[in-house]
């Protein structure tokens, strides 16, 4: 299930995170082998409090042309894996984290795990994940505040 992590919240509302639109934006992959019971989203805050084992080494690039729509869509360019090695383990869900430099800063923003392209088994070379998830009502973006 598609969702918020509750600290990325409780930092928008206090204005103690950085805004969508100029802080750098990535993708993490999670393998099949998490499970939902290993994601906490009401305690986990940084990417390093993610199980380890289930992160695959590979982020994404920052995401490109972020956009706010006028009905609170979070948009940009579609996120791309470009290292993600042909047979390495099936990629069940994805985290969208604010990338300040390492994994203990580093504030997870959303949990996605049903969209098109989620799953996918990586094939090698750039993959690729578009922002059309079913967060608001058909408008196209990652999710909808």
Do not use: C
Request: net charge neutral; glycine share 8%; aromatic share 8%.
């Amino acid at each position: 299930m598609n969702q918020f992590f509750p600290k990325y919240r409780q930092a928008v509302l206090s204005s103690s995170t950085g805004d969508w639109l100029t802080t750098t934006i990535r993708a993490a992959a999670l393998t099949q082998n998490m499970l939902q019971a290993d994601i906490n989203t009401a305690t986990h805050e940084f990417v390093s409090d993610l199980p380890q084992s289930t992160l695959l080494p590979v982020r994404s690039s920052a995401l490109a042309n972020k956009s706010i729509s006028t009905q609170g869509v979070a948009g940009s360019n579609s996120i791309e894996f470009n290292s993600l090695v042909s047979g390495s383990a099936k990629v069940r869900a994805i985290v969208l984290y604010e990338d300040l430099g390492a994994d203990n800063t580093s504030r997870l923003v959303a949990y996605m795990d049903v969209g098109t392209g989620i799953p996918f088994n990586a094939v090698g070379g750039v993959t690729t994940i578009s922002p059309d998830t079913p967060w608001g009502g058909g408008f196209a973006g990652f999710f909808r505040v």
